[in-house]
């Protein structure tokens, strides 16, 4: 399991207005943020550009009173934050891919948030480095393809193995089958077909 530091990023901007007024709760750390960044060689890419990109002041044209200007991340949280992460994990776009696009929306869920979670969990356990607060950055795809409703277009499929109905894999939660394949089959199931929610679970 994940620390309860891990932090999913999918938002654009952050809501500053409280921060201008009234400034951070408590003081920072000395050392600043040490963050832990996961994604693919582009995702990565924007996020160091976004960070470097806030350490600027930024604001509105024009002005608007209900949203006052943000004086940059290091002003207004009085900690650094260097666009270098102190970690960073790359997910090979092939492997993505051939979670992605299985046609079996349990598996694809499943296995596209157990790519990001298992080198998170790896890199915490083997890392002597220490980090903070994990960023996952996650391509349009994911968004795409990991939803209750998403729907993978068939000349991207890829066929899923031990395919399950969802009411069998459901009982064999509480009704174990003597077939070990069987049970280790059924897990995708049990969980929620949202990748968002998916990975909360699995690192808190």
């Given at each position: 399991?994940?620390?309860?530091?891990?932090?999913l990023?999918m938002?654009?901007?952050?809501?500053?207005?409280?921060?201008?007024?009234?400034?951070?709760?408590?003081?920072g750390?000395p050392?600043?943020i040490?963050?832990?960044?996961?994604?693919?060689?582009d995702g990565?890419?924007?996020?160091?550009?976004?960070?470097?990109?806030?350490?600027?002041?930024?604001?509105?044209?024009?002005?608007q009173?209900?949203r006052?200007?943000?004086?940059?991340?290091?002003a207004a949280?009085?900690?650094?934050?260097?666009?270098?992460?102190?970690?960073e994990?790359?997910?090979?776009?092939?492997e993505?891919?051939?979670?992605l696009?299985?046609?079996?929306?349990?598996?694809?869920?499943?296995?596209?948030?157990?790519?990001?979670?298992?080198k998170?969990?790896?890199a915490i356990r083997?890392?002597?480095?220490?980090?903070?607060t994990?960023?996952v950055?996650?391509p349009?795809?994911?968004?795409?393809y990991?939803?209750p409703?998403?729907?993978?277009?068939?000349?991207?499929?890829?066929?899923?193995?031990?395919?399950?109905?969802?009411k069998?894999?459901?009982?064999?939660q509480s009704?174990p089958?003597l077939?070990t394949k069987?049970?280790?089959?059924?897990?995708?199931y049990h969980?929620?077909v949202?990748f968002?929610?998916?990975?909360k679970?699995?690192?808190w």
């Amino acid at each position: 399991m994940l620390n309860r530091h891990f932090c999913l990023v999918m938002a654009k901007q952050w809501r500053i207005d409280g921060l201008t007024l009234f400034g951070p709760l408590d003081e920072g750390k000395p050392y600043g943020i040490r963050a832990g960044v996961i994604g693919t060689k582009d995702g990565i890419q924007r996020f160091k550009k976004w960070v470097e990109h806030i350490q600027d002041p930024i604001s509105n044209d024009p002005p608007q009173v209900a949203r006052p200007p943000f004086p940059g991340f290091e002003a207004a949280f009085r900690i650094p934050w260097n666009p270098q992460p102190t970690l960073e994990i790359q997910i090979p776009e092939s492997e993505l891919k051939r979670c992605l696009f299985l046609n079996d929306k349990h598996q694809r869920v499943y296995n596209t948030v157990e790519l990001y979670s298992s080198k998170i969990i790896q890199a915490i356990r083997e890392e002597d480095l220490k980090v903070d607060t994990w960023f996952v950055i996650v391509p349009d795809e994911v968004h795409k393809y990991c939803r209750p409703k998403s729907y993978v277009e068939p000349s991207l499929q890829i066929q899923a193995g031990s395919k399950m109905p969802i009411k069998y894999a459901r009982k064999l939660q509480s009704e174990p089958s003597l077939f070990t394949k069987d049970n280790i089959a059924a897990i995708p199931y049990h969980y929620e077909v949202n990748f968002h929610n998916q990975l909360k679970a699995e690192s808190w």
